[in-house]
């Protein structure tokens, strides 16, 4: 049982590169998460789904697009990368009722050069 | 969202109870509380979560005021190990429970 496995782990892009974060989960949960944390943070939601083809703006939404066409993905995307949006972004799921638990994955560490 | 209000960090001694406080005194009838933990370097994980009754597990105990506003995360025995961040956040079951939203949470840092 692989949980919530993030893609890549590690990346460097140049200001105004663009990538796409990947998120894989494998317990048909319906909720997905996307987090970004910067050092000495707390979490900040980005973005959130509560279904395949639904998504959602969180506390800091801008700079970044999502998307979920299949249950099991979420994915993150920067259309054009900025040195303030260098940070470590965390994945999560759980299922929709408020008395579960949510994982997470380990995290991609992103810098904007 | 329900907030929730939590000391920035907090020490114990290894082998002693560590007993982490957490304020939500405008948690709702259908709020859940969750308690997650960073670890360094890691993603958040979970620890206990509880309704109304106080809760226990492998992991730690979640004691719940009799108002609900106010819980406290109880481990028994802290280890090294247990030094991390530990965020208590709300879970509302009222018009779903889609959002995840963290504090800044508690340091916890274990002295040998």
């Known amino acids: 049982n692989a949980g919530v496995t993030q893609t890549p782990k590690f990346r460097v892009l140049k200001t105004g590169q663009s990538m796409t974060l990947l998120c894989a989960q494998d317990?048909?949960?319906?909720?997905m998460y996307w987090y970004r944390q910067d050092p000495g943070m707390g979490l900040r939601l980005i973005h959130y789904?509560?279904?395949?083809?639904?998504?959602a703006k969180g506390e800091v939404p801008d700079g970044y697009n999502v998307s979920r066409l299949k249950k099991q993905n979420f994915l993150l995307g920067l259309e054009s990368a900025a040195p303030s949006q260098t940070s470590v972004y965390f994945c999560?799921?759980?299922?929709?009722?408020?008395?579960?638990?949510?994982?997470f994955g380990q995290g991609t560490r992103l810098t904007v050069v | 969202d329900a907030k929730t209000t939590q000391p920035n960090s907090m020490e114990s001694n290894e082998e002693e109870p560590v007993h982490l406080p957490c304020n939500h005194s405008?948690?709702?009838?259908?709020?859940?509380i969750h308690w997650y933990r960073q670890l360094p370097s890691q993603g958040p994980e979970y620890v206990i979560h509880?309704?109304?009754s106080n809760v226990n597990n492998r992991m730690a105990s979640l004691a719940i005021a009799e108002d609900r506003k106010s819980s406290t995360l109880i481990l028994h025995r802290a280890t090294l190990r247990d030094a991390a961040v530990y965020y208590c956040?709300?879970?509302?079951?009222?018009?779903?429970?889609?959002?995840?939203?963290f504090g800044k949470g508690t340091k916890l840092t274990v002295n040998p």
């Open positions: 999560a799921s759980s299922y929709s009722v408020a008395g579960t638990e949510a994982f």
């Open positions: 509880g309704l109304t």
């Open positions: 789904s509560v279904g395949e083809g639904t998504t």
């Open positions: 317990m048909n949960h319906e909720y």
């Open positions: 956040i709300l879970r509302t079951a009222q018009g779903g429970s889609e959002k995840l939203v």
């Open positions: 405008t948690i709702s009838g259908t709020d859940y």
